[in-house]
């Protein structure tokens, strides 16, 4: 084999790689981000998953649910975007109702603009013993944690309980810069927020290329803010491009 023809070789093997890795491999190679944000012995295990964007690829979702299953965590949280269109609301929600654990959840911004109906989410999450959170609070079912969802569309939310670890539940990660008016400082054991997708798209050394509004800094990971630990998980599904490179799906065990 001459150089040319391994050079061409090569060439080509990379260029497959460029396009098999980012639109077929990658959008569904879900990957486990473990964490313990406890600070000391965590007394609690949650599961975070964010941004489904639920199009009708329900053996993805199938998955998602088995793997959120095997970790067997106290609760889930869920910080936005379920569905595009509400055409596919009722097939997300027969697939997530496998989920043996409570759900907590917040709407995201294309669960408003789909005209999915909150009131038939709302029903779901509270059949798994859980709840839907515009603007409001709940006590876990040992009464050990307060979590807190947020709209992101108003600063009016609940005081915090004393004596008990806090959530809170936003979609849109800038939000906890609003939140800091409420608040005292390390109010919170734990902030969740999905919205961005981690970018979607990310370079070495160099980050997401483009992240949505209200997200700026913190486009993916965990950050330490004026009122507690924020953790920005990178999602599920895809929007716009069903596109995703050294970002995948993510589904995160959380210890608190």
Known sequence: MNRRRLLRLIAGAGLGWCILEPWVLEPYWLKIKRLNVSGTKASHRLVHITDIHYKGNRSYLEK????????????????????EDAAYLNEALDTLSSLKYPVYGVPGNHDYWSGASFSQIAQFFSSTGGAWLLDRDILTKDSRIQIIGATGDRLQLPPLQQNIKHLLLVHYPLFVKEVEELYNRGSFDLVLAGHSHGGQ????????IIVPNRVGYYDHGLFQTKIGSLYVNSGIGTFFLPIRFFCRPEISLIEI
């Open 64 to 83: 998602v649910v088995e793997v959120v299953n095997t970790l067997s965590p106290d609760f889930v949280c869920f910080s936005g975007d379920l569905v």
């Open 201 to 208: 798209v990310r370079l070495p050394l160099w980050g997401a």
